[in-house]
Every structure is written in C-alpha cells, then in structure tokens.
C-alpha cells in the first residue's frame, strides 16, 4: 500500500460530460502529481501541486482543471468528456516539489467514456 | 527543458538472463534518476533510484549505473524471473525550484520462462 488513496476506482460517463477524480496524498508528502496513462502507452505528465500551488504544468487540455486544496488533496476535473479522454488517471505523492523525492503512486481511477 | 529518451521500448529476454535498459537525458544539472516498475493493470512502483554523487547502486538482482558525463544512465537486471515482466520508467530531476520530474516512454520487458 503506498498511502496515495485515489477514488473512484473506476468510472463509466457518456461524452460531454463532466467528472472529478480525488487524490488524498501519503501522510507527509506536500506534492501532488496528476498522470494520465492510456492503454499500452506511457505517463503523460498533466499537473502537479505544492503545499497548495500548481508547481509544473505538462501537456493538460484546457478542458481539464485541478487543484490542492488546505488539507493537501487534490481533485482533477475533466469536463467535455471525449472518447479520447478514456484512460487510467493516476495520482502520485512525494515530499518535495523539485522531483527529487520518491513518488508514491496511487492505484488509479480508470475512466471510461462511452 | 529536460528531455528523457529510453531504449529499448520492447525487450524480450529468456528467464535466467540479463536484461539492461538503457536512459539519456539532456539537462547536466539533473542529480535524481529513480526507475519505476509497473506490472499490468497496476500503479508505478519506484525499484531503485540513484543520485548523481553516486556512480552505481545495487539491490539484489537490480543495479543502476550513471554517466554523468555521458548524460545516461542503465537498469541492470540479472537472473531474470518471469515476475521481472513488466513496463519499466526511468525519470530524472534536477530538484530544488526549478526541478521537475521528467519520465521516459517505458521499456516493456518480457522474461519467457
């Protein structure tokens, strides 16, 4: 168990619709990186928080949004849903922002858009 | 930025072998290089990791090694397992303020027993 409790577990939604995906990071850790992982490919990098502000931002669609809130989780927000947009959405944690600490991944939330 | 490529991108190899993937990156200021497993259907798990003060480390079966100089580094599996099988990442990070941790595209790595 790495401590990252990332929920739902899985979610079916039709396109253009909305969802949030919640991230409640390992005890300690102050960073939280959001990953998007499509089948067979590799992580693609979309956001990271720190102690509460955006610390990097990758390749994220405008119509996807995240935030940190006071007690460190962190939910992403994807809206105008498309087919494209189904995916295994992980949510990673470490202690620093620079990257230079272990990241403690969560099991993912596999979204399915139908 | 950071760029990171990985090679291979498939690698099959029979039990009992060595398997080495092989990582490049292009900021000289970097000084983390984990390496993460993730077997099907489940989260990245880092396996190893080294910092750039160190030139190799080992743990068991596994072992990564760094050229600075060179900008690359390897993971170096022996005796390979069939539960070795997995997609492997490696990443690097130059920390601090302007860090940020960059993953290479993964090497799917095949153990036939």
């Known amino acids: 168990d790495s401590g990252v409790t990332q929920t739902p577990k899985h979610l079916i939604t039709a396109t253009g619709q909305r969802v949030t995906l919640r991230c409640s990071p390992r005890s300690g850790d102050l960073s939280v990186y959001w990953y998007q992982q499509s089948l067979d490919q590799g992580l693609q990098f979309l956001i990271q928080?720190?102690?509460?502000?955006?610390?990097a931002k990758g390749n994220i669609l405008e119509r996807f949004s995240a935030q940190q809130f006071p007690d460190l989780h962190s939910e992403l927000n994807l809206s105008s849903l498309e087919l494209g947009d189904s995916a295994l959405y992980f949510c990673?944690?470490?202690?620093?922002?620079?990257?230079?600490?272990?990241?403690?991944f969560g099991n993912g939330t596999r979204l399915t858009v139908t | 930025g950071e760029n990171v490529e990985q090679h291979p991108s498939t690698l099959s190899v029979q039990e009992g072998d060595s398997a080495v993937i092989k990582c490049t990156y292009s900021?000289?200021?970097?000084?983390?290089f984990p390496w993460y497993k993730q077997e099907l259907g489940k989260r990245p798990q880092l396996i190893i990791d080294?910092?750039?003060?160190?030139g190799e480390k080992k743990d068991q079966r596994i072992a990564v090694t760094l050229n600075k100089t060179a900008k690359h580094f390897s993971l170096h599996i022996t005796e390979t397992q069939p539960e070795d099988s997995a997609v492997y990442f490696c990443?690097?990070?130059?920390?601090?303020?302007?860090?940020?941790?960059?993953f290479g595209k993964g090497t799917k790595l095949s153990v036939k027993p």
């Open positions: 080294i910092r750039s003060n160190v």
């Open positions: 990443a690097a990070s130059r920390g601090g303020s302007q860090g940020n941790l960059i």
């Open positions: 990673a944690s470490s202690l620093t922002g620079g990257g230079d600490s272990p990241l403690h």
């Open positions: 900021d000289s200021a970097s000084n983390y």
């Open positions: 928080y720190y102690n509460g502000e955006e610390r």
